[in-house]
């Protein structure tokens, strides 16, 4: 008996009872399905959060004031400040072979007022190197310039989120903005950058020359930053840049050998590991849980060629009575488990790309369908049907074709 006829007869045989069939190919329909839509929906988070990652700065390093202990008392990171704009401007002086552009950051918040519109958003005061470190184009208009850092000047850059509540269908450039009565010139607009990891708007925020925020809204004469964002020339040197920078910051600090930093680094790499790691192990607990669906299906193919088996004995005793042998047999039960298990492989990889595309356009969610996951579950439907199979298979090729005759 030809690989072909083979096939056919088993089509044959699944066809004879469709309801049933379809009934039993069930559960590798379900499981299927749920395994492709979980992990391109896992798979199109993880990129998805990796381009907002990439979205805040490439080759980043954040720099924030350290935490202290004094006295048995441990405050947490940011409990004294530690970091001034003369670390960052050091910082760009003596490693300018690592260092890309640096930026002081001075966060601040406020009601901004233009005429009859309002707006509660973040206000930071930043460098004229801040549009490189973020990699965050202005899309109309200009950024200030180092001669509004240096004065001080009353000057900002808004994001678009900004644009849209206090300046709607209005050029915001050229125009004055007052934050807390102040007056401050718009000269330009960031382009749209999105949300970040954490949900926040990054478009929701005045950026104005740290000097402005900090003498203005502050009213500090010390020199002191909230934060120092550090941008490298290649992502391959981030493991010297931190060790220079710690060492080049302990020095500046006046900090003692056993000393702990008053100062702490965070690079990207940290946070998009992170998120990857968490990621990656709740596609593969959901991908489990699918899983099931399949193991569940398998048995029901188990069951159902047990009953197909017995339901066909004289069946059996006939073609081995003209000769088939009990290869044959088994060849042609483990073609049926197969061809059922792989009918439902297609029907639930064709379910599981349309249930997870629906998801992506409900949720706005990208969705990243590799082929190799839908070539391993189809694969892995058929390796259920072949490893389910097997044994009804083997107890019809061992059925006693006499008895098989006999049978009622």
Request: glycine share 10%.
């Amino acid at each position: 008996m030809t690989p072909w006829l083979t096939l056919r007869i088993a089509l044959r045989a699944i066809a004879r009872n469709k309801t049933r069939s379809l009934l039993t190919a069930l559960g590798i329909i379900v499981g299927i399905a749920a395994v492709i839509a979980v992990v391109s929906i896992g798979q199109g988070a993880q990129t998805m959060m990796m381009e907002q990652i990439s979205s805040i700065g490439t080759n980043l390093i954040m720099v924030f004031p350290g935490s202290r202990n004094q006295g048995g008392v441990h405050g947490g990171t940011g409990s004294v400040q530690t970091l001034t704009a003369e670390d960052g401007e050091a910082i760009a002086h003596d490693l300018p072979h690592l260092i890309r552009a640096v930026s002081p950051i001075v966060r601040s918040g406020g009601q901004a007022i233009y005429q009859e519109n309002n707006w509660s958003t973040q206000i930071q005061g930043v460098s004229v190197e801040f549009p490189d470190v973020r990699n965050w184009e202005v899309a109309s208009g200009a950024f200030f310039s180092a001669a509004d850092q240096r004065a001080g000047a009353r000057v900002c850059v808004i994001g678009q989120t900004v644009v849209d509540n206090l300046f709607p269908g209005i050029d915001p450039v050229g125009k004055s903005l007052r934050i807390r009565n102040m007056p401050f010139r718009v000269l330009g607009v960031m382009a749209r950058k999105g949300s970040n990891t954490m949900g926040h708007d990054q478009d929701d925020a005045i950026l104005a020359p740290f000097t402005t925020v900090r003498r203005v809204l502050y009213s500090s004469v010390f020199n002191n930053v909230s934060m120092l964002l550090v941008s490298l020339h290649s992502l391959d040197d981030l493991p010297v840049a931190k060790e220079e920078l710690s060492k080049l910051l302990r020095q500046r600090h006046k900090l003692a050998p056993h000393a702990d930093d008053d100062f702490n680094l965070l690079d990207m790499t940290e946070i998009s590991n992170t998120i990857g790691s968490v990621t990656k192990l709740m596609t593969i607990l959901l991908t489990t849980v699918a899983s099931i669906s399949l193991l569940v299906g398998g048995i029901g193919i188990m069951n159902i060629m047990l009953v197909s088996v017995t339901e066909r004995t004289r069946e059996i005793g006939l073609r081995m009575a003209v000769g088939a042998t009990p290869g044959t047999i088994l060849l042609q039960f483990i073609t049926e488990a197969m061809a059922l298990s792989t009918v439902g492989g297609i029907i639930g990889v064709a379910a599981g790309i349309a249930g997870a595309r629906a998801v992506g356009r409900l949720q706005q969610w990208p969705i990243l369908i590799s082929e190799a996951s839908v070539i391993a579950a189809f694969l892995f439907s058929a390796a259920i049907g072949v490893f389910f199979g097997f044994y009804p298979a083997l107890r019809a090729s061992r059925l006693n074709p006499i008895d098989c005759l006999r049978y009622e």
